[in-house]
């Protein structure tokens, strides 16, 4: 069964920086490109950035490009979320998900989450 | 700025059909967005019902299905169970890999 176990969330004051990764099982891994998507409390989603199964192309929201970098370590079936200068406003849940290619297109499954607070 | 708009809530009772739309700031929406649809129920991560506008994931049940329905992207439920209450967000793919989510609707089985 395809699996997604998103860590590396916590509290962290505003302005400082967070890693979060995505470790991925039972699929090939390369093949498919991956997102970052979050939830603040009682929101809707909202998508935050895309890898392409390569990991040669980046997408983000205009949220939060410039301050986020998302990327893949391929040899470790893993997907990472480096998000630094935090804002209030990124406090979430983050999921990652998985798309049905290598393209950033359909989404099929994702992961349970990991809780992000931003706050002093 | 793109904005995908779904209604806020919508009511139905069991047994019955009701159907989720999805519209784009943009204009019409077609497959080319290829329009995905998600189940979220409280408390749980979203679960992936319909990719590229009409086809199911393997887990989806028959009663839900996709559609283009008069510029909108479309989700009906026909035969609605109590387990379908939850929350139902579209996702629309604009090119250069930009993917917006609609605000979501709230269903409720009454």
């Known amino acids: 069964e395809v699996q997604l176990v998103e860590s590396g969330g916590g509290l962290v004051q505003p302005g400082g920086s967070l890693r979060l990764s995505c470790a991925a099982s039972?699929?090939?891994?390369?093949?498919?490109?991956m997102s970052w998507v979050r939830q603040a409390p009682g929101k809707g989603l909202e998508w935050v950035s895309a890898?392409?199964?390569?990991?040669?192309?980046?997408y983000y929201a205009d949220s939060v490009k410039g301050r986020f970098t998302i990327s893949r370590d391929n040899s470790k079936n893993t997907l990472y979320l480096q998000m630094n200068s935090l804002r209030g406003e990124d406090t979430a849940v983050y999921y990652c998900?998985?798309?049905?290619?290598?393209?950033?297109?359909?989404?099929?499954?994702w992961g349970k989450g990991t809780t992000v607070t931003v706050s002093s | 700025q793109t904005v995908v708009t779904q209604e806020p809530s919508l009511t139905v009772s069991p047994g019955g059909t009701v159907t989720l739309t999805c519209a784009s700031s943009?204009?019409?929406?077609?497959?080319?967005?290829?329009p995905n649809w998600f189940q979220q129920k409280p408390g749980q991560a979203p679960r992936a019902l319909i990719y590229?506008?009409?086809n199911k994931q393997s887990w989806t049940p028959a009663r839900f299905s996709g559609s283009l329905l008069g510029g909108k992207a479309a989700l009906t439920l026909s035969g609605v169970q109590p387990e379908d209450e939850a929350e139902y967000y579209c996702?629309?793919?604009?090119?250069?890999?930009?993917?917006?989510f609609g605000g979501g609707t709230k269903l409720t089985v009454l």
């Open positions: 039972e699929f090939t891994f390369s093949s498919y490109a």
């Open positions: 996702l629309l793919y604009y090119g250069g890999a930009q993917l917006v």
């Open positions: 943009t204009g019409a929406v077609t497959s080319g967005y290829y």
């Open positions: 998900a998985k798309h049905y290619s290598s393209s950033p297109k359909n989404v099929d499954v």
């Open positions: 590229s506008t009409s």
């Open positions: 890898l392409s199964g390569s990991g040669g192309s980046t």
